[in-house]
């Protein structure tokens, strides 16, 4: 099969594609170029989050004597993939859901730490030549109560690791109801964020959930933890651009609602304008939530059982559109 890779793909997965005899080609494409038809004459496009498959792309590519039946998303998310449109076409969607949850878990252990022990804040001002030992008092994760968004697979990673700190785990999530460790959830998000002074988002971008954490929920949450410690308040978001209302969580920090805001992925990207970024309560990630070499290793080895269950004519497990 002929397999167009716009976004990257692991050295090791190309490989072995190409060693099962399959032809890969990378090449990063721009919109006119998508709208154009460019990847119809390819049977499978591998895509990550910077390559957007609106309805107009899938339509254009999908015409007459289209070869196209397969789209992967090398990673969780697939906002930027119309899935009606690709079904309409005759073209599977798949994901490779489990290989970056560990990564995803770590950095947002990893954003929750810093922001609270501020971190990147004491490095920014030591690099500008101040040290800044009395006004860098954070606040302790233990004791606290970490409120998760959304239940899956990456946020049951993060309440293990923030349990085991001793963290107090609460969620809010619909199509989940309950859990055997020991998560108290919630039956709205507004109860969620009442009662916690930590969130980390893990939902999918949808029509419910963009903007969903806005100014007004964030106003919910309390400033001291159950412990009686006033911690401040603290959001996580290493999931996707576009549920937090960022114009709502820079109102927040700037008049002190807010202690910190971790962002890992933005509405915009690259994103490096937001005005968020004069505020001292805010640290950013550029995207980097599956950028590890384990993850990325795992990635490119879903892609090819994916490519080989369908060269073979199965339906690939993680097939989103079956």
């Not at 032809?23 to 494409?29: A, C, F, I, P, Q």
């Not at 154009?36 to 107009?56: F, H, P, Q």
């Not at 560990?102 to 030549?129: Q, Y």
């Not at 920090?253 to 805001?261: D, V």
Request: glycine share 10%; hydrophobic share 35%.
């Amino acid at each position: 099969m002929r397999i167009a890779v716009t976004d990257g793909i692991d050295v090791n997965a190309k490989k072995h594609l190409e060693e099962f005899g399959h032809t890969v080609s990378e090449k990063h494409y721009s919109n006119e170029e998508l709208i154009g038809g460019c990847i119809s004459e390819y049977d499978i496009v591998v895509i990550r989050s910077a390559t957007k498959l609106t309805a107009d792309v899938i339509k254009a590519n999908t015409a007459k004597d289209s070869k196209l039946s397969l789209i992967i998303r090398a990673g969780v998310g697939v906002d930027n993939i119309d899935l009606p449109s690709a079904s309409e076409n005759s073209v599977l969607v798949c994901n490779t859901p489990s290989a970056s949850t560990n990564a995803v878990v770590e950095l947002t252990i990893g954003h929750l730490i810093s922001s609270c022990r501020n971190i990147s804040k004491g490095d920014r001002k030591m690099r500008n030549g101040v040290w800044a030992k009395k006004g860098l008092r954070g606040s302790e994760l233990r004791g606290k109560n970490l409120g998760l968004l959304g239940y899956g697979r990456i946020a049951r990673g993060v309440a293990d690791i923030a349990r085991s700190i001793g963290m107090k785990i609460h969620a809010y999530d619909p199509y989940v109801k309950s859990d055997q460790n020991g998560c108290m959830f919630h039956d709205s998000v507004e109860s969620l964020f009442s009662s916690c002074t930590h969130v980390s988002i893990h939902c999918f971008l949808s029509d419910e959930t963009r903007h969903l954490v806005d100014y007004d929920m964030i106003s919910l949450m309390p400033q001291k933890g159950e412990d009686g410690i006033q911690c401040g308040n603290h959001i996580v978001n290493c999931a996707r651009g576009g549920i937090i209302d960022e114009e709502g969580i820079f109102r927040a920090i700037s008049n002190g609602q807010l202690t910190t805001a971790s962002l890992d992925v933005f509405e915009v990207e690259p994103a490096l304008k937001s005005n968020l970024l004069q505020l001292d309560g805010f640290q950013a990630t550029p995207h980097i939530g599956a950028s590890t070499n384990e993850a990325q290793s795992r990635i490119g080895h879903e892609i090819v059982s994916i490519v080989q269950s369908h060269s073979k004519g199965e339906t690939p497990d993680s097939c989103l559109n079956r």
